[in-house]
């Protein structure tokens, strides 16, 4: 059975930080590409940022040179820091592992809430 687990959401106040955590199990981790998704209020979802087996790294325009995705395959965990969190960035995140396109799975959401 796989998980995807995120924790670390919560509300922050314009220009802190938060770090979201996803912890798997059921899949062989270190083989998925990993990626954090938001979906906000009436919007469609977006992928924030994307990091491969490899460690190559994607991130969405508006989330460049403040968020930073990384990972650990020992311990079967994505992380996304977010600094500089902005009202805009308000969502539920939501962790995302991808094989191939026949295996990808989702996590439940962690809601991010940045007041202005």
């Known amino acids: 059975q796989v998980q995807l687990v995120e924790s670390g959401g919560g509300l922050v106040q314009a220009g802190g930080s938060l770090r979201l955590s996803c912890a798997a199990s059921g899949i062989i981790f270190s083989i998925h590409t990993m990626c954090w998704y938001r979906q906000a209020p009436g919007k469609q979802r977006e992928l924030v940022a994307a990091?491969?087996?490899?460690?190559?790294?994607d991130y969405a325009e508006s989330v460049k040179g403040r968020f930073t995705i990384s990972r650990d395959n020992a311990k079967n965990t994505v992380w996304l820091q977010m600094n500089s969190l902005k009202p805009e960035d308000t969502a539920v995140y939501l962790c995302?592992?991808?094989?191939?396109?026949?295996?990808?799975?989702w996590g439940q959401g962690t809601q991010v809430t940045v007041s202005s």
């Open positions: 990091i491969t087996p490899g460690g190559s790294r």
């Open positions: 995302h592992a991808q094989k191939n396109r026949y295996n990808e799975y």
